[in-house]
Structure formats: C-alpha cells, structure tokens
C-alpha cells in the first residue's frame, strides 16, 4: 500500500526545482502511508510531477520502486493498492512480447497500460487501487479509482493545474494552496457523519468517484468516464437471478469467495486478519485458514463494557480455528486518548464512531504484521444490517396498516423512555438481546409512520435540516434521492443494499478503515468486495440474503461449514464506544468547550443556539443526541485543527525552502 500525490501544470510555469521540491514535500505528508520509500519523477517541459510513498508488501526490492516508468518509456505510474490476479495479466503480457524487471503488480499495471491502454487495462483488473499516470506520447494525465471506493483519491484545480493525492492534506503542501471551506459540504457531514463523494471539505476539491477514470488532457479539458457502474451491476444482475438449487449457488458463492480470500493472502510480508467473531470476519478466517499450511494470524479488540465488547467471541471463534490469536483489551482513557488524533488522521470532518477502535486495532496489528485482511463489506453485500429486516416489515405493514394506526403505534413506543426499553431488553436471552434497545425502539417509532423511502433516509440521517446550522449553505439535496437505479426490482431491501453501497459503504466504512490503518502503515484487504462477488450477489434472489428476518443467510451458510452455528449467533453488535457516557463524563469539560456559543461562533459557520439546546438535553438525559453531537464536535475539533496548521496560501518560495530543509 501507497501514498501518491502529485500535479500536471500544462503551462509550465513553475521551475524544475520547485516542481521536485513541491512533488516531494507533497509526498513526504504521505509517508504514514508508504514508510519504506519516498519517489519523485518530473517532466518539466510538460509540467507534470508525481510523487510516491511505498509501503514495500509485494516485490520488495528497488525494481518495485515508483513512480515507475514502462519499458518502453510511455507511461509513468504512481499507484496504490494491489492487483490481484497480476500473474495472469502478467503472463498475457509476456506472451504478447512485454518483458519484465521484478515481479510487482505496479509493473503488470504500466506494462498494461503501454500495451493494452489504460481504460481496457483497469477493466481487466481485479483489486483495489488508486492511480495517476502520464502518457508522455499524448501528453494525457490518467487519474483512475477502483471500483467499490477501497482506495481514495482526491483531485482539483488550484490556479492552473490539476492537483491531484490519496489525502487531502498532501494537497495543503502545493503552492497557491487555499483551502476555503464548503458550507454545503459541512452540511452534508452533519447531516451523514461523513462528506459524501463528490465533495470534499474543500471548495473546488472533489473525491474521485469509484469506478471512474479521469483525463485530464492537453487542451486543458478533464473528461471523467466511467468503467464499472452498481447501477449496471444491479440491473444486470436482477435480470439474470440465479435459479435452481440453493446448493449450487452456495458452491459457485464458496469457490468465489474462496479464490478471493486465497489471492489476497500472496504477500511477500507477514500477514493477518481483523477477527470480531462475527459472521463476514469468521467466514474470511476460516477460508485463509483452510489456505494455509500453517496457523493464520488473528487479531482482535475488547472493551471491558460489555454491551460493546466482542473479543470474548473472537477468541472462541480463533479456538476453534487453531489460529494463533492476539486480542488487546482498551481501557476507556486509552481509546479517549485516540480522540486528539483523528483529525490528523481524517484530514476532513468524519465522525464514525468505530474510528477509535479501528486505529487501535490497527495501531495492535502492525506490531505483528504488515497487512491484514477483514470481513468488511459483508453487511452492504449480502443484506447484513439490521434496517434490511427492519425495513421489509415496515414495507409489509405499510401494505396492511393504516397511517393513523402506525402514528399511535409510534406514539406508544416514544412513550416509553429509552432507559426503560433498555432494562426490559436484559429481560431477553443474551443471544438475541439488542444493545441499545432504547435508542432504536425510539429511532423505529420515528421511522413507523413514513415509507419504505423515508424509512432509509430517516435511518442514514444524523441531522435533520443540517443546512439551517450551517452559514452560506444551499437547501438539502439527499444523496440518496439523486442516485438512479434504472432496472432494479421494487424490493425494498434491495434498494437500500444499492445505496448502501453506492454511499456509506466507499464515503464511511471504507474511509474508516483506509485512514485508520494506514495511520500505522498497515495495509488492510477486504475479499467480500472482490467485484466478481458484488456482481455474484446481485444476482442472488432476496431469500437467500434475507431469510427469516436473518441477513446474510446463505454467507451464514458457508460458514457454519467451518464453525459450529452456536459460536456465531448473536446480536448484531457493530464496532462501537459509550459516546452517550462518555459526553456526560470524562469528554463533558472538553466537549463543552467547542460547543459553547463562543467557540462555536469564531468558527463563523455554526449556529450556536439549537445546538446548545441538544447538549442540555443530552446532558440532562431527556434526548440521547450523541450521534448529532459527536458530528458537531468533530467538525468543531477539525476546524480548530485547520486553524492552527493549514497555512492560507503556501508560496513557491516556502515550498522551495521547505524541501531544501529535508523536513
């Protein structure tokens, strides 16, 4: 894994020497990403200048250095990511007459791009990348993502040239750097918890979407197109559903997923895995361990408050297994400590929660190995999130039950307070007890009289009218509405699986997961978003992902094969801490701090006023509003940072000195 940054200024107006010098420093804010080595290649006479930090896992000697020029000296290629099936398109090449000086995937990719172009390339690949490449014979910049969001890519105009890095505060190291924020994309992160593609916190700063290649060319025109669409996946997919025995789609899902686990265990480092002892990181360990000759690595977090604590199910699950296990148990003032770090880490307002305990598993993990696989994108694919039963019912009720009937039915449910529903949950057997059954009793009340539409929408919104807090933002436009779904059937869990995964999947859960491990510089791979298995699932009919109120019914099944059903059932728990405890005791003096109406107005974007009364509320215990603080405060915390060290313009000459220094 990677770091690349790097600009095309097509009117050559900066010098060789500032050109390396800002292409370095630009780089040199990525090292967390790549440690092992620190590239720069320029062209002055086009104006181009890529900057490279490696993270050394496949082919670890200098020929996998970049940024990496083709043999026959066409394209320079700084890349991030792995290529999976790399000794097949290899091979290819060799046959078609490409020769090769080492054995990395960045080789494979540029040789691919000199022989085949670059669009019929990256349709061929199979992993997870972010890439900027310059055609030197058609003076083109090539800017391309995967196609589920895995790796980031930010890019821009800043005066007259593209700029282009994995992070954004790569960006902040350009001369002429600026950095206005963008009210409506502050809104949006209040709204979601995370700034949702295309934005960026930054005006004139977007995320490059998944599945899209961007050229920018000489003409000065960027063309963005794109080669791989959910929408084309799904509508494909739910025209052609599987058919026949439930067996022979539970094969033909196991040998996928299976030659998907096995690729991404070829590393030339050591290797682990992320296990929480649920369903989608249970079913990825026991397929590497199959695939291995020896005990696989595991790793595993606890907390010692229960209600978030999944190490003791790890364990038994790595037990059963016979992988060699390390779990690490975080008190609260170890997570509290991660808090002043995310900001550095995130680089933009983000505001999930589970981020602390990614770092720290994270942080954990790369004292033993330096990439690791996870379970993460299960839920997205194989209907695994709660709302999907959730919203199935709603859908049946809505057909039987009147509005009126559904609004008392709310009103009874809000009557009850949330810590009444929580003590009556403990009532419940502990397999299927739910954590925080107050809070989601009182978020289904809210939900029960809307549609199946609103229902999701109302669910993925953390703030209602974000955009009456925010100074100089537009009226809402949701995401959500906007994303087209030409041919997909009516059912609602089907739908929310599509915008799941066109959004929250790439813009939170990945982002988490990029951000917090390549903090420590671990490289972390997710096998259940092999693209092969997002196209497989699409055409997968509803009862074999939602079965019985149950997600991920037939992965449930593949499972159980290797681990006995009485170690994977329980509730659904997340990847979670107390922020309703914790806001109302140990983070109450520090959050009260950047939500006073003081601090909140040199911010110059917040309306103090409603936000005050939420925090009294939550302090006093009459409404948990920790998801809407904890976004504020994050934002807050974030701005602060920004103050304090994102300089309003970096000159030339700054950038010149900078580089010379060897900071």
Not at 38 to 48: E, K, L, N, P
Not at 118 to 146: E, Y
Not at 461 to 480: H, K, M
Request: glycine share 8%; net charge neutral.
């Amino acid at each position: 894994m990677c770091g690349i940054a790097g600009f095309v200024n097509l009117k050559r107006q900066f010098s060789p020497e500032t050109m390396r010098a800002a292409a370095a420093q630009m780089a040199a804010r990525l090292n967390h990403r790549g440690p092992d080595d620190r590239g720069v290649w320029i062209d002055a006479d086009s104006g181009v200048a890529l900057g490279h930090t490696r993270l050394a896992v496949i082919d670890l000697s200098p020929a996998g250095a970049q940024p990496m020029v083709s043999a026959c000296g066409r394209f320079v290629l700084a890349y991030n990511g792995e290529i999976y099936n790399a000794p097949e398109l290899r091979a290819e090449l060799e046959n078609a007459g490409r020769t090769f000086r080492g054995h990395s995937d960045t080789e494979v990719m540029v040789e691919g791009f000199a022989a085949w172009g670059v669009r019929p390339t990256v349709q061929r690949l199979t992993g997870m990348f972010a890439f900027a490449a310059w055609d030197r014979k058609t003076r083109t910049a090539s800017l391309g993502r995967d196609r589920l969001g895995i790796k980031p890519l930010y890019w821009g105009r800043i005066d007259d040239s593209l700029v282009f890095a994995s992070e954004l505060k790569a960006l902040t190291a350009f001369p002429g750097w600026n950095g206005a924020i963008d009210p409506d994309a502050v809104a949006a992160f209040l709204r979601y918890g995370y700034v949702p593609t295309p934005m960026s916190i930054y005006r004139g700063i977007c995320k490059l979407a998944p599945g899209t290649l961007l050229e920018y060319c000489e003409d000065g025109e960027i063309r963005n197109e794109t080669y791989w669409t959910l929408s084309e996946v799904a509508a494909r997919g739910q025209a052609d559903l599987i058919e026949g025995p439930e067996d022979a789609a539970q094969e033909a899902m196991e040998s996928l997923l299976t030659d998907a686990v096995r690729r991404r265990m070829v590393a030339d480092v050591p290797l682990g895995l992320f296990l929480s002892g649920g369903i989608d990181s249970s079913t990825v360990a026991a397929l590497m361990q199959a695939n291995s000759a020896k005990p696989i690595r595991t790793f595993s977090i606890g907390f010692h408050e229960q209600a978030y604590d999944e190490a003791a199910y790890a364990k038994k699950v790595a037990a059963h297994l016979g992988t060699e296990h390390t779990e690490l148990y975080v008190t609260p003032a170890e997570a509290q400590a991660v808090i002043p770090k995310l900001q550095h880490i995130y680089d933009e307002p983000f505001a999930d929660s589970s981020q602390i305990p990614t770092y720290l598993l994270s942080e954990m993990t790369r004292r033993h190995v330096t990439v690791a696989l996870s379970g993460d994108g299960g839920d997205e694919v194989f209907a695994g999130y709660n709302r999907y039963g959730q919203g199935l019912a709603l859908a049946k009720a809505s057909r039987h039950l009147p509005v009126a009937m559904r609004s008392g039915l709310a009103r009874a449910i809000t009557s009850v307070p949330p810590g009444v529903w929580d003590r009556l949950s403990r009532t419940l057997p502990e397999r299927i007890r739910p954590r925080l059954a107050g809070e989601k009793m009182h978020k289904l009340a809210a939900v029960l009289p809307k549609s199946s539409e609103e229902f999701y929408e109302s669910l993925v919104t953390q703030c209602d009218g974000a955009e009456s807090l925010v100074t100089g933002a537009a009226a809402a436009n949701s995401i959500f509405r906007d994303s087209a779904m030409p041919g997909l059937s009516a059912d609602e869990v089907s739908r929310m699986q599509y915008l799941d995964t066109l959004h929250y999947l790439p813009d939170d859960i990945l982002t988490k997961v990029d951000r917090a491990s390549m903090a420590v510089s671990l490289e972390v791979r997710v096998p259940l978003l092999d693209h092969r298995m997002v196209e497989l699932s699409w055409r997968l009919p509803l009862g074999l992902k939602l079965r019985g109120g149950t997600g991920k019914w037939l992965l449930r099944q593949i499972a159980y094969k290797y681990v006995p059903e009485r170690l994977l059932q329980r509730p659904k728990m997340g990847f979670g801490v107390p922020i309703d405890d914790w806001l109302k005791g140990p983070l109450k003096d520090w959050a009260g701090d950047l939500l006073s109406p003081s601090a909140l107005g040199r911010s110059g974007l917040l309306d103090p006023a409603p936000i005050a009364i939420k925090w009294d509320q939550h302090q006093t215990g009459r409404r948990n509003w920790q998801h809407f603080l904890w976004n504020v405060l994050m934002f807050a915390s974030w701005q602060e940072t920004y103050r304090a060290e994102t300089p309003s313009h970096a000159s030339v000459r700054e950038v010149v000195r900078y580089a010379g220094e060897g900071r």
